[in-house]
């Protein structure tokens, strides 16, 4: 759980549902530091050790298909019990995949984006109740995270839909020029992500990327107070 206690105003709560640890940390660091540390995370999916908060539990995996599975669980609705909020987040980069059923050739990158949540919405299970709809909020990086992490990282680089691909390796080669070689490992991820826990960064990178925008947006909608 990230998140610096205020005596002004009552903590929000998310609840975060998405591919991996490493999504993970990047959604906990914007929430921070769009709430100003008024924000509190709890990992539902993938699962964290009950001992150690930087690994992945026993028997947990990552991957997309699992995002979708537990969409049609019941811990979708169990989600809601104590938290305000639950965020999806989900990569694109396999929406081409007959499973993801997507499809991008072509679409714009908020074209993929509210398609992509559209598709989330539809894979919930059939009792989901509609009036939860409106607590649901989707963290949609086209085509990865990495993306996200990148444009904090080179403030020159404006994500359009003509340089959406080889993310991470751009990432790689930027970290390689401070002699960081890019490791999908949680205390790395915190590493690199941690200049996102100033606003002023967020809306920095949000300008020039659309997709984190996209989602920036449905955060400050939803919790006016930040």
């Known amino acids: 759980i990230i998140g610096r206690r205020s005596q002004e105003f009552c903590m929000t709560s998310f609840a975060l549902i998405a591919e991996g640890i490493t999504d993970q940390v990047v959604l906990e ?14 990992a539902l999916r993938p699962l964290r050790d009950a001992t150690d908060a930087s690994r992945v539990a026993d028997n947990e995996f990552s991957g997309w298909e699992l995002v979708f599975e537990f969409l049609q669980s019941e811990d979708i609705i169990d989600a809601f019990d104590n938290n305000d909020f639950v965020i999806i987040q989900i990569d694109t980069d396999e929406g081409d995949h007959p499973n993801f059923g997507l499809g991008l050739n072509g679409k714009t990158i908020i074209t993929i984006v509210e398609e992509c949540i559209e598709k989330l919405k539809a894979s919930l299970r059939p009792d989901f109740p509609t009036s939860e709809l ?50 999908k490992e949680y205390n790395f991820y915190r590493d690199i992500c941690r200049d996102f826990r100033k606003q002023k960064n967020i809306q920095a990178v949000a300008q020039r990327t659309p997709c984190l925008q996209h989602f920036v947006n449905q955060v400050n909608a939803a919790c006016p107070s930040f």
């Open 134 to 183: 409106e607590r649901l909020l989707f963290a949609i990086p086209v085509l990865s995270t990495e993306c996200w992490i990148f444009s904090l990282h080179d403030t020159t680089h404006k994500h359009t839909d003509k340089t959406i691909n080889k993310c991470e390796n751009r990432l790689q080669r930027h970290l390689e020029k401070k002699d960081k070689n890019l490791t």
């Open 29 to 42: 660091y914007i929430l921070d530091g769009l709430s100003s540390g008024d924000a509190t995370t709890t």
